[in-house]
T-cell receptor, first 112, second 112 residues
Framework: GQQLNQSPQSMFIQEGEDVSMNCTSS?????WLWYKQDPGEGPVLLIA?????ELTSNGRLTAQFGITRKDSFLNISASIPSDVGIYFC????????????FGQGTILTVHP | NAGVTQTPKFQVLKTGQSMTLQCAQD?????MSWYRQDPGMGLRLIHY???????DQGEVPNGYNVSRSTTEDFPLRLLSAAPSQTSVYFC???????????FGQGTRLTVV
């Protein structure tokens, strides 16, 4: 089946630093999504990408859909303590009919 | 606006017991799905549904049953619980296959 490799697995940064994480796939995806999960909560959508090459921003977050359709990255600029959490990438293929394949997650810790 | 509602939030079962995890959405979404989340493995798809009366298996379906008699509800049944089913379970819904999935807050299940 489809697999996503997300890296890094964890990051420890100082407040104010920029963060970058990425996902790569062995298969082509038609949609890339980035989610954040706080402790005890379900994942919450941050950014959705629908076209190869698309670059989308949401406040301090920027994500891109790779041209090959097999990768995506998420950048967080000027991190703040509330950015702490687990970030997941997820991909949706052409015949998956609403099924998402998730990366393993990146655990982000921000030190004040 | 409730979104996706899961009940219960916590559950402890003995090996061999059965139970049903409830999921309801009030957004008139076609697609609903169940994922399990285990440490270091991201979210894995158990079963999904593309509409009332239609269900299909995901990546890890063994030990679980689902049905979709209405658009709003998508219960997940464990017929004979096993310790390997200890996990956090998330229900998600999306309008159609090209739009993002919204998640419930999860059910933390422990099988002893």
């Amino acid at each position: 089946g489809q697999q996503l490799n997300q890296s890094p697995q964890s990051m420890f940064i100082q407040e104010g630093e920029d963060v970058s994480m990425n996902c790569t796939s062995s298969s082509i995806f038609n949609t890339w999504l980035w989610y954040k999960q706080d402790p005890g909560e379900g994942p919450v959508l941050l950014i959705a990408l629908y076209k190869a090459g698309e670059l989308t921003s949401n406040g301090r977050l920027t994500a891109q859909f790779g041209i090959t359709r097999k990768d995506s990255f998420l950048n967080i600029s000027a991190s703040i303590p509330s950015d702490v959490g687990i970030y997941f990438c997820a991909g949706q293929g052409g015949t998956s009919y609403g099924k998402l394949t998730f990366g393993q997650g990146t655990i982000l810790t921000v030190h004040p | 606006n409730a979104g996706v509602t899961q009940t219960p939030k916590f559950q402890v079962l003995k090996t061999g017991q059965s139970m049903t995890l409830q999921c309801a959405q009030d957004m008139n979404h076609e697609y609903m799905s169940w994922y399990r989340q285990d440490p270091g493995m991201g979210l894995r798809l158990i079963h999904y549904s593309v509409g009332a009366g239609i269900t299909d298996q995901g990546e890890v379906p063994n030990g679980y049953n689902v049905s979709r008699s209405t658009t709003e509800d998508f219960p997940l049944r464990l017929l004979s619980a096993a310790p390997s089913q200890t996990s956090v379970y998330f229900c998600a819904s999306s309008l159609n296959r090209v739009t993002e999935a919204f998640f419930g807050q999860g059910t933390r299940l422990t099988v002893v």
